[in-house]
């Protein structure tokens, strides 16, 4: 009898260390992704690496307060309880849960697109994405890995048609950034960072005489993964091994670490560089949009959002996928906005047969700029 009470409360004793122990290092690394908006991953790229499994580290959290509740540790539960309210701001730019759609009440339209090149066509030959586009209804159309007007003319009717819509156009060849607009183009050019292959511009355009925006369109450093290392990456997921857990983590941050650094210091250079427009310019309004390849809430995102209002959290719904690859099912696509304007909806439709993203559409309000 001694025998059975003491194996019992030896389990009961090694239950409790190992409940602890999980408690502790889930907590940590949630931590841990909370903090990758405020540390550059110039300093330490732990909290941006962590930042990229949020989605799966609050499913973690919400196991444990599960659990915690079938298994009555009400101390417990309360801890998980506590750490999500602390993180609900975070866990709403992640998911929002707004109901709102596009609508033809709007005054403005703005489309950010990532085309990957257009290269991905119809049966007759004709870019997918250039579908979309001329079915959008936008006002403004920033591409990332576009074409020049040149090459969507010679895409028929449909490309012709398009330009016809968007007679100002301003297209950086060497970074494949693509300005289509309904409003005169005063002035642009691109902003000065280091970057391996992607870039940045401004334009600042004629909305109204008396009213003007300035934009940037960013493709910030991409992670360029081939096909192979994208099935190397995912089978890390898919079979985990403790064994080589080391040896895995120290591939992904020779891998990815490089793209990290880049997207820090251009998401500084760009926010220097708004700032600097905005004291120049003075514009009534400015946004900011593009393939950020880089999750809400990193470190890239926060910088350039700065102070300004998230398109996508403000009317969005869902976590609001932009990037088509399996197991990498992010929102990397973003659209921030400061001034007389108001977000009344957003929207990322799933075209997975146009390009590896998603479209990102804004519809936005203009306020009496005395407002």
Request: aromatic share 10%.
């Amino acid at each position: 009898m001694g025998d059975r009470r003491h194996r019992a409360s030896l389990l009961s004793t090694t239950g409790r260390i190992v409940w602890t122990v999980v408690m502790v290092l889930v907590f940590l690394l949630y931590g841990g992704a909370m903090l990758s908006p405020s540390i550059s991953p110039l300093r330490t790229q732990i909290p941006s690496f962590l930042n990229l499994s949020f989605p799966f580290l609050l499913v973690a959290v919400l196991l444990l307060l599960v659990a915690a509740l079938v298994m009555r540790l009400w101390r417990s539960a309360v801890a998980c309880v506590l750490l999500l309210v602390l993180s609900g701001g975070y866990i709403l730019t992640f998911f929002p849960l707004h109901s709102t759609s596009l609508s033809d009440a709007r005054d403005l339209r703005v489309v950010s697109y990532n085309v990957a090149n257009m290269a991905l066509k119809d049966d007759a030959g004709i870019p997918a994405a250039l579908h979309i586009l001329e079915q959008s209804g936008a006002d403004i159309i920033c591409l990332q890995e576009g074409v020049s007007p040149e090459q969507i003319g010679g895409y028929g009717e449909e490309g012709r048609r398009l330009l016809q819509r968007y007679p100002h156009r301003r297209y950086y060849s060497d970074d494949r950034l693509l300005l289509l607009s309904r409003y005169d183009i005063i002035d642009g050019g691109m902003i000065d960072y280091k970057s391996y292959t992607n870039g940045s511009a401004w334009y600042l355009l004629r909305i109204a005489p008396d009213r003007s925006l300035l934009l940037v369109n960013n493709h910030m450093e991409s992670y360029s993964l081939a096909s192979e290392e994208k099935a190397t990456f995912r089978g890390y997921l898919t079979k985990p091994s403790l064994e080589e857990m080391k040896s895995r983590l120290l591939a992904i941050k020779r891998r990815l670490g490089p793209s990290l650094n880049v997207r820090a210091g251009a998401a500084n250079a760009v926010r220097d560089k708004v700032r600097s427009l905005q004291r120049d310019f003075a514009p009534t309004y400015t946004i900011i949009c593009g393939d950020f390849n880089d999750t809400p809430m990193s470190y890239c995102y926060s910088r350039i959002r700065d102070d300004r209002s998230d398109a996508f959290v403000e009317t969005g719904r869902g976590m609001g996928v932009s990037f088509n690859e399996p197991l990498y099912a992010f929102r990397i696509d973003h659209l921030f906005y400061d001034g007389p304007l108001k977000a009344m909806a957003a929207e990322i439709p799933s075209h997975k047969e146009c390009s590896d993203h998603n479209p990102l559409l804004v519809d936005f309000k203009t306020l009496d700029t005395n407002e």
